[in-house]
C-alpha cells in the first residue's frame, strides 16, 4: 500500500478489514427468552403490570443489594430521574454548575425545571468538571452543583463536596454511566446528594429503558417515590406537582435476568479494555483514559482522543475510516451541550471559556465494546486503527522527503 494516495490506501484497508456485519459501539446484553417469558407468565397471572409491582419491588431490593446502597428508587428512565431528583432537593430557579461535556439529558433536565445551566470546563485526564473551575463560576444565583462521571470514570467527588459545602450548595450526580463502580472500596454512588442511574438498552446494565436515583434518607426516598407518582403520597394526598416516572413490571423482570449477567459482562468488558489499552495506549497520537486510583471501574466504554499531529489523521477521518469497515464507533460527546441552540447564547456556553471539554469532544471516539463481541474482532479494530497510523506517518514522512528546502 505504501507509495499509493491516501484514497487508495483507506479502500485497501476497507478490502482487508470491513467486517461483513454492523459492529456497533455497543449491544445490550440479552438475557435467555424462556427465563423473559417465565416473568411474562407471572405477570399474566398476576394482572399486575405496573405501579410499585412485584417485579418492581423485587428489582429495588436486589440492585440496593447488589450496588450496596441503601435508598434506591426505580424510574423509567435516567432523564425522568434526574428531573425529579432536583425537585426532590427544591432546586428552583436559579443555576446549576454542570459539565458540557455529556449526554444532552444532563442540561435538558436543568431546562425542564427551570434551571440555568452554568457550563464549567474539565479536567483533560478525567474529562470530568475540574474542581479548579467551579468556585469562579458560583455566584448569587448559584443553587447546586451537577457533576457527571463521565463513562463512569469517578469526578473529584472530595474536592466538589468540599466546594458545595463551603457555598451552602446542592450536589446531584449524573452516574447514567457509573452502574457497579466503586471508589475507596464502596459505591460511587454513595456521594453527593443524590445520584441518578441510566439503564437504557446501551447500558452496562439494562431494563429496556429505565434509571435510579440513589438517596441519603428513607425521607428523601419517599418523597421521591410520591414525585415520581405523580405526587401522591397516599389515596387521598398530593404533595406536590409530581411526574410519571415508573417502571413497569416489564422492564423490572428484564432488570431482574439482566442482573444475574451483569457480573460475567463486566468481566467480559474488562478483558476487551485490556486489549485495547495494550494495543491502542502505544499508538502515537492516542489517548486512553487512564486507570484512576482507588477504583473498581465498570468498563462501560472504550473512549480515546485523537491527536491528529501525532496520529496522522484526524478524529473524523478516523470515524469515516473505521464506519467504511463497518466499526460504528460514536463521537460521544461531540458537539457539546452547551453548542446547542438552546444553551449556546449563555456566556458560560462560549467555547473559548471551555477550551478543554472543546478539544476533547473534537478528538473523542468511542470504540466497540460489549460482552459479546467476539476478541478476534476486537484486534482487527485495532489492526485497523494501527494501520491506519501507520500509513498516515509513512505518507507524512515521504511528503516532508521529497519536499524541496523552502525558506
Ligand atoms: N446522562 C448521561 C450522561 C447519559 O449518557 C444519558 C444517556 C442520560 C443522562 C439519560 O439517560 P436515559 O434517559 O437515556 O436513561 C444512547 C442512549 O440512548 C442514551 O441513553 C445514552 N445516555 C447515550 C450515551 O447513548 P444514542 O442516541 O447514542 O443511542 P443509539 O440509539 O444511537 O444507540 C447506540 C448504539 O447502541 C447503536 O448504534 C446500536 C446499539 N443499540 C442501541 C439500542 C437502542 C442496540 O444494539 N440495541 C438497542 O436497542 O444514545
Redesign the pocket.
Known amino acids: 500500500m505504501i507509495g499509493m494516495d491516501w484514497d487508495s490506501q483507506a479502500g485497501e484497508i476497507v478490502r482487508e478489514y470491513r467486517f461483513a456485519d454492523p459492529v ?5 446484553t440479552m438475557p435467555p427468552l424462556d427465563a423473559y417469558t417465565g416473568y411474562l407468565r407471572g405477570i399474566w397471572e398476576r394482572r399486575w403490570l405496573t405501579n410499585d409491582g412485584a417485579l418492581h419491588q423485587e428489582l429495588e431490593r436486589q440492585l440496593s443489594a447488589h450496588l450496596g446502597v441503601e435508598h434506591l428508587s426505580l424510574f423509567c ?6 428531573l425529579v431528583a432536583l425537585r426532590a432537593l427544591q432546586i428552583e430557579g436559579g443555576e446549576v454548575i454542570t459539565t458540557p461535556f ?2 444532552p ?2 442540561a435538558h433536565a436543568l431546562h425542564w425545571n427551570g434551571l440555568r445551566p452554568v457550563f464549567c470546563d474539565i479536567d483533560p485526564a478525567t474529562l470530568n468538571l475540574d474542581p479548579h473551575r467551579i468556585e469562579p463560576l458560583i455566584g448569587p444565583e448559584t443553587r447546586a452543583i451537577l457533576p ?1 462521571h ?1 463513562y463512569g470514570t469517578p469526578c473529584d467527588v472530595d474536592a466538589i463536596q468540599a466546594i458545595a459545602d463551603r457555598h451552602g450548595l446542592r450536589v446531584i450526580y ?1 452516574a ?2 457509573a452502574f457497579g463502580v466503586q471508589y475507596l472500596g464502596r459505591s460511587l454512588l454513595h456521594y453527593g446528594d443524590l445520584a ?1 442511574l ?6 452496562l446494565f439494562s431494563t429496556i ?3 435510579a436515583l440513589i438517596s441519603r434518607t428513607s425521607a428523601q426516598r419517599s418523597r421521591i417515590n410520591s414525585l415520581k407518582n405523580f405526587g401522591i403520597a397516599g389515596e387521598e394526598e398530593v404533595i406536590g406537582p409530581g411526574i410519571n416516572g415508573k417502571m413497569d413490571e416489564f422492564q423490572a423482570a428484564f432488570g431482574l435476568l439482566q442482573l444475574r449477567m451483569v457480573g460475567d459482562e463486566i468481566a467480559r468488558r474488562k478483558a476487551i479494555a485490556a486489549i485495547y489499552r495494550e494495543r491502542l495506549a502505544h499508538v502515537p497520537g492516542l489517548t486512553l483514559i487512564a486507570d484512576q486510583p482507588l477504583t473498581q471501574p465498570n468498563y462501560a466504554y472504550v473512549p480515546v482522543l485523537v491527536d491528529a499531529d501525532g496520529y496522522g489523521l484526524d478524529r473524523n477521518g478516523l470515524f469515516q475510516l473505521l464506519r467504511s469497515c463497518n466499526i ?1 464507533s ?1 463521537k ?1 460527546f461531540y458537539p457539546l451541550v452547551s453548542r446547542a441552540p438552546c444553551y449556546a447564547s449563555l456566556p458560560s456556553a462560549d467555547p473559548a471559556r471551555l477550551p478543554v471539554a472543546e478539544r476533547a469532544a473534537s478528538q473523542v471516539l468511542c470504540l466497540p465494546i460489549y460482552g459479546t463481541l467476539p476478541i478476534s474482532a476486537v484486534h482487527r479494530i485495532c489492526q485497523v486503527i494501527e494501520v491506519c497510523h501507520a500509513l498516515r506517518t509513512q505518507a507524512t514522512t515521504q511528503a516532508s522527503a521529497v519536499r524541496p528546502n523552502g525558506p
Not at 77 to 82: E, F, K, M, R, S
Not at 198 to 203: I, L, N, R, Y
Request: charged residues 15%.
Open positions: 456497533y459501539v455497543t449491544r445490550p428512565n435516567g432523564t425522568i430521574a434526574l455529556t449526554f439529558a444532563t457527571v463521565v449524573d447514567a454511566h441518578m441510566s439503564f437504557h438498552a446501551t447500558k429503558e429505565g434509571g460504528i460514536r460521544y
